[in-house]
């Protein structure tokens, strides 16, 4: 499965290279949406820094909400940073009393991780430099992804874990993996969609968690336990990838409002990467394709399916992910 990727949020770019037009009215929704139910992080920086300075009059609105969302989110972490510090000056008073006990012991440790951890939020959050996990999605987060309605192709931003059709929140709890569709479970598992509702994600380089064992090319050794390691894999020569990806959109969501979401497709992995100890990959299809996966015909699953098969191919390279 593709847990997390490296998105393009580059929207000028989908503009100029894809002939696309950015959904402003989208954009705005989820932007108010996610600032008022405190899920704002849940927005990639990237993808906010992207309307910071509006380039039209439509985009004000929203460079309005991106400020004020930051600004908000800024108090929040502060807010914590204050009371954390205040509960370890209590727990370092008890432990220089007479009587230490555990429990202060603990909160100062807690205190000191939390304080740490939102300071570091903190800082990321008022950094003007920007850097590749800006842009790095997981399940649950948002990445706009490019669709077409009526001849005219949307970026549409969209939560990167699929509701599917009929589905509500509690139905989705049961099932968290829908961020992947895998090519052998499209007709069956992804029917509704498949050869209906078609986008694409544009990603520079995707990550994957697998055993060490694995990763190591070796059977675990008796009495081992497993570890879990992260790797990055990068395409090379380095290249933006056009990963096919299905999509719903779900009337009034959670909060009132539509909730767009999707999937990445995956399929056998190509030999680096099972070598490498995964048995999945996304699935990148060629810039000539990018018509026909956009506009699918329900009745002709096989060019689909050739669409897929004829994909790109690039050689992925692949480290430990910092």
Known sequence: MCYSAQIEADYDKFVREWGAIISIKRFTE???EKRKDGQWVKIPKA???????????????????????????????????DAQSARLEKAEAVLAGPKPTKTA?????????????????LDDLS??????????????????VMI?????????????QCRLPGWNEAIERK????????????????????????????????????????????????????????????????????????WNMSPHGDHGTDLFSFAAITDEPPPEVAAAGHDRCIVPIKPEHVDAWLSPDPDNLEALYAILDD??????????AA
């Open 47 to 81: 993808m906010r820094e992207a309307f910071r300075k509006p380039r039209g009059e439509g985009e004000f609105e929203l460079a309005k909400i991106v400020a004020e969302g930051d600004r908000e989110q800024a108090d929040a972490y502060q807010v914590e940073i």
């Open 311 to 320: 994909r790109a191919r690039p050689y992925y390279e692949h480290r430990l």
């Open 175 to 246: 099932y968290p993996g829908t961020y992947n569709a895998r090519r052998d479970k499209l007709e069956e598992s992804w029917g509704k969609l498949f050869g209906h509702r078609h986008g694409i994600m544009i990603v520079n380089r995707f990550y994957e968690n697998v055993s060490r064992h694995k990763m190591e090319g070796r059977e675990p050794a008796p009495g081992e336990k497993e570890e879990n390691v992260v790797l990055e894999f990068d395409p090379q020569p380095p290249q933006e990838m056009l990963v096919a990806c299905l």
């Open 105 to 121: 012991s603990n909160d100062k440790r807690i205190a000191s991780d939390k304080i740490a951890r939102a300071q570091r939020n």
């Open 148 to 160: 077409e309605k009526d001849g005219q192709r949307i970026v549409v931003p969209m939560r990167y």
């Open 30 to 32: 989820l932007f108010w």
């Open 127 to 144: 950094r003007k430099e920007p850097k590749d996990r800006d842009s790095r999605i997981y399940p649950g987060i948002w990445a706009p």
